[in-house]
Structures are given as structure tokens and as C-alpha cells.
């Protein structure tokens, strides 16, 4: 048998091969997802035999979630800073929390957990082209990872909202909020996430059905109400553990109620209002 004859064998062989295993992955992902579903299936009867009103193509289950570490990075506060103010100088405030100030333009506060409090001169960043337009260059030039921003009106002004994320998964309680007063940026406040990193041994996200069936014993102990659960989406909730920056991302649910929006920490089960 001749070299080639013997090289076009082995090559059909591992193309057999490789394809098995892959038809062995996509049934057990056929499997996964038909037993997940099964699950949300029967969660959400159990929810609505209890008088819950829920759809189950609300649930959103896509992303694998894991306990991730947070620390404080200058390098962030000051790339934030910059974008607003130029050139700065820092000072020391004490209790972990530093200023940066540009005289002719304003201030930027943050402390060691990642809340921060821009305070811009008025006239000095205008935004000729739209709120939200401007928000999304600055957000380019903060080199944060954040969601898609949302406008409201209000009598002060406009604001657009965004919240900060990890890995295209919403931070739930980390927002940022620009504050267009007049004809002109006044203010950018909010939290952010820097030096993400793997928890060892960290919590997982937890099985939706689970998180949902935690959600109807809240409901049972009388902690929280609701007629209506209106969606569920996994993301992370931010824990400040420390003075000094050091915090967890916690693998969370966000469940958003007729009566409110809760936070269920797939690691403890504890519920919140969001």
C-alpha cells in the first residue's frame, strides 16, 4: 500500500473520530438543554399553581457564571479622570478615598470600592450631538465594559443609565448615570469593576429552576410579594468586602417583579431588592 494511501486512511479515521465526539457533545448539549428546560417548565407550574403568574420564554439561562475577585486600579481611576478632566492632580482625602481636580473643568471622586462622583464645571462638556451619544464616547474613553444606555427626562434634565458588566453579564447594583443639565454634562456618578479575576473554588451560578423555587419560599415566609414575575436573567452582584478595593462578583439572578426587582445570590439564596 502505497505512503499516500496510507495518509488518506488515517486522515478519514480522525475525521470519523472527531466527528463522533462531536455528535457526543451535541447530544449531551441537546440533553443539558432539555433537561434545563424541563426543569424551568416545572418550576414555573409549581410557581403558577401558587398563584405566580410566569412565562417561561422570559427566563433568560444562556452564560456560565463563577464567583469572580475585585480590586482597586489607580491606573482605572485615573484613565476615568482623565477622560472628563485632562490633566489632574491627586490628593489623598483619607479613609481610602482620593480626588482628582482639573481647576479649570471640576472634580472626581473615588473610593476604594469603585463608587466614584464626577462633578464637571458648567459649559465645559456640551453635547451638541445627543445625550446618549456623548455618554457612549466618554464610556469608550473610561474603557469600561457597560450595557446599552437608556435616556429618561426628567425636571432636572435628561440621564442616561448604563450598568457596568463582566464578560457581556450585567453588574446589577454597579450603574453609572450622566446627569445633562441644561446645555451641558454636570455630573457622572456611579461604581465600576476593575482587576476582575477567578475565585478559586468559587460559587457557580445557581440552576434557575432552584433560584425560582427559592424565590416562591420568600414569597411563602411573606419576605417579598408579587402576583407576576415578569423576567430572569443571570449576572453578578458586586460585594465590596474591604476598604482597600478588594470585593467579590457574586453569580446572582435579577427577578423583576409587578412589585419590584429582586437580587437572589445563587451562592447563599439570600434575596434583596435590586
Known amino acids: 500500500m502505497s505512503v499516500s494511501r496510507i495518509k488518506t486512511i488515517v486522515i478519514a479515521a480522525l475525521v470519523l473520530v472527531n466527528a463522533f465526539f462531536l455528535t457526543l457533545i451535541l447530544i449531551n448539549n441537546y440533553a443539558d438543554a432539555r433537561d434545563e428546560r424541563q426543569m424551568i417548565e416545572t418550576a414555573c407550574s409549581i410557581l403558577q399553581s401558587n398563584g405566580i403568574a410566569i412565562n417561561p420564554d422570559s427566563i433568560i439561562t444562556s452564560g456560565a457564571f463563577s464567583a469572580m475577585r475585585t480590586a482597586r486600579s489607580i491606573e482605572a481611576e485615573e484613565a476615568i479622570a482623565y477622560?472628563?478632566?485632562?490633566?489632574?492632580?491627586?490628593?489623598?482625602?483619607?479613609?481610602?478615598?482620593?480626588?482628582?481636580?482639573?481647576?479649570?473643568?471640576?472634580?472626581?471622586?473615588?473610593?476604594?470600592?469603585g463608587d466614584f462622583d464626577i462633578r464637571l464645571h458648567?459649559?465645559?462638556?456640551?453635547?451638541?450631538?445627543?445625550?446618549?451619544?456623548?455618554?457612549?464616547?466618554?464610556?469608550?474613553?473610561?474603557?469600561?465594559?457597560?450595557?446599552?444606555?437608556?435616556?429618561?427626562?426628567?425636571?432636572?434634565?435628561?440621564?442616561?443609565?448604563?450598568?457596568?458588566?463582566?464578560?457581556?453579564?450585567?453588574?446589577?447594583?454597579?450603574?453609572?448615570?450622566?446627569?445633562?443639565?441644561?446645555?451641558?454634562?454636570?455630573?457622572?456618578?456611579?461604581?465600576y469593576v476593575s482587576n476582575v479575576e477567578?475565585?478559586?473554588?468559587?460559587?457557580?451560578?445557581?440552576?434557575?429552576?432552584?433560584?425560582?423555587?427559592?424565590?416562591?419560599?420568600?414569597?411563602?415566609?411573606?419576605?417579598?410579594?408579587?402576583?407576576?414575575?415578569?423576567?430572569?436573567?443571570?449576572?453578578?452582584?458586586h460585594g465590596a468586602a474591604g476598604a482597600f478595593g478588594e470585593g467579590v462578583l457574586n453569580p446572582s439572578w435579577l427577578i423583576t417583579t409587578d412589585d419590584g426587582r429582586y437580587l437572589l445570590d445563587s451562592a447563599t439564596g439570600e434575596i434583596r431588592n435590586a
Not at 200 to 217: D, H, K, N
Open 83 to 113: 477622560a472628563f478632566l485632562g490633566q489632574v492632580e491627586m490628593a489623598d482625602q483619607g479613609g481610602d478615598i482620593y480626588l482628582y481636580e482639573n481647576a479649570d473643568r471640576g472634580i472626581a471622586e473615588f473610593s476604594g470600592a
Open 122 to 191: 458648567a459649559g465645559v462638556v456640551g453635547y451638541a450631538d445627543g445625550a446618549s451619544k456623548t455618554a457612549q464616547e466618554f464610556l469608550r474613553d473610561m474603557k469600561l465594559e457597560t450595557s446599552a444606555p437608556t435616556s429618561s427626562l426628567d425636571s432636572d434634565g435628561e440621564r442616561i443609565l448604563v450598568y457596568s458588566e463582566y464578560m457581556g453579564a450585567r453588574i446589577f447594583n454597579c450603574t453609572i448615570e450622566f446627569m445633562f443639565v441644561g446645555d451641558s454634562l454636570q455630573t457622572v456618578r456611579g461604581r
Open 198 to 237: 477567578p475565585v478559586e473554588s468559587g460559587a457557580q451560578i445557581s440552576q434557575v429552576g432552584t433560584a425560582l423555587l427559592g424565590f416562591l419560599a420568600a414569597l411563602k415566609r411573606d419576605e417579598i410579594e408579587c402576583r407576576e414575575i415578569l423576567s430572569v436573567e443571570p449576572g453578578y452582584r
